[in-house]
């Protein structure tokens, strides 16, 4: 990390300490192999619902062209921290670049905010698959479907883009220690060499929107599938229409779950370890356990699963 001074010899940082998980080289070494474990697993689970998909003519639908770049997004959402995070268990000085922290910290916003919309976007789906059987066809075609998608993509990306290069147009001073195993805002917000309330204030007004506006969104659509559902005369029938957006529920409560533990109340009010428990845990585990639940809880993807893997 290249330290230059000013003329009032303050100390301007050009790269960041990451602490990680501090622990003892073996623990270190510990940490590498279970997360490179999850990492793996993480690649080849999600890896395998985009081959399934692409693979099998019969989830050539809306619900699973979706899925398919959902699980392309979680592979580069986790790929977005976690493969710093193994190369910095294994080294001693754990430093990262002023340019490396930016990107990573671009790069992780804009994955999780597409997250969010694309989550939204699947519950719109599930909303007229089940609201509307029988126009779905004709409303869901595969011309809405792939604008839906690039809008995800591109407001994704877009989002934060302004923001993050105001951020990194600002000079850093101190430590430049980082408490996280990646580059958060407020660790980083908290190294300028003067406060920037105004840019404080449009970064915390504009992180929860991407949040926040699909959530209240997504819980919208399922309000109306519930009444839907619950409109059904046969117990049978409910149980079919609430299968298909089981799997989709269970994946919205795990992130949502873990975000809104992060970022729904002060950052200050977390300290250090739990904000990393709960980061990881929506950045690298739930990646993770997608796959598992949508191959779990729908019969159609554990068939074509089942073949593929069998080629």
């Excluded at 559902?229 to 049978?236: F, G, H, M, N």
Aim: charged share 10%; net charge positive; proline share 5%.
């Amino acid at each position: 990390m290249k330290i230059s001074n000013t003329f009032n010899n303050s100390s301007i940082i050009t790269g960041f300490i990451l602490l990680g998980f501090p622990c003892p080289r073996e623990g270190q070494i510990l940490l590498f192999v279970l997360f490179s474990a999850v990492y793996l697993l993480t690649l080849i689970g999600n890896g395998s619902i985009i081959c399934a998909v692409c693979w099998d003519q019969s989830l050539h639908t809306p619900m699973y062209i979706l899925l398919a770049n959902f699980s392309f997004l979680e592979i580069w959402y986790v790929t977005s921290t976690v493969p710093n995070m193994l190369a910095n268990f294994l080294s001693d000085k754990q430093l990262i670049s002023f340019s490396g922290c930016f990107l990573q910290f671009y790069f992780f916003f804009s994955l999780g905010s597409t997250e969010c919309f694309f989550l939204a976007v699947m519950a719109f789906d599930r909303y007229l698959a089940i609201c509307w059987p029988l126009h779905y066809p004709t409303l869901m075609t595969g011309r809405l479907c792939a604008n839906l998608i690039t809008s995800c993509w591109v407001l994704g990306f877009l989002w934060f883009l302004i923001p993050i290069f105001i951020i990194s147009q600002m000079s850093f001073c101190g430590s430049g220690i980082i408490d996280h195993f990646l580059c958060d805002p407020g660790p980083l917000l908290a190294l300028t060499c003067e406060k920037a309330p105004v840019m404080e204030l449009v970064f915390s007004t504009l992180s929860p929107v991407p949040l926040i506006v699909p959530f209240l969104f997504i819980m919208g659509s399922y309000v109306l599938v519930l009444r839907a559902v619950l409109k059904v005369p046969s117990a049978a029938g409910r149980k079919k229409a609430f299968s298909t957006c089981g799997s989709h529920l269970a994946v919205v409560s795990l992130f949502y779950g873990s975000v809104l533990v992060m970022y729904g109340s002060p950052t200050s009010e977390h300290e250090a370890g739990m904000q990393k428990i709960v980061t990881l845990f929506y950045s690298a585990v739930t990646p993770l356990l997608n796959p598992v639940i949508y191959s779990l809880r729908n019969k159609d993807m554990k068939k074509a699963l089942q073949k593929f893997l069998r080629l």
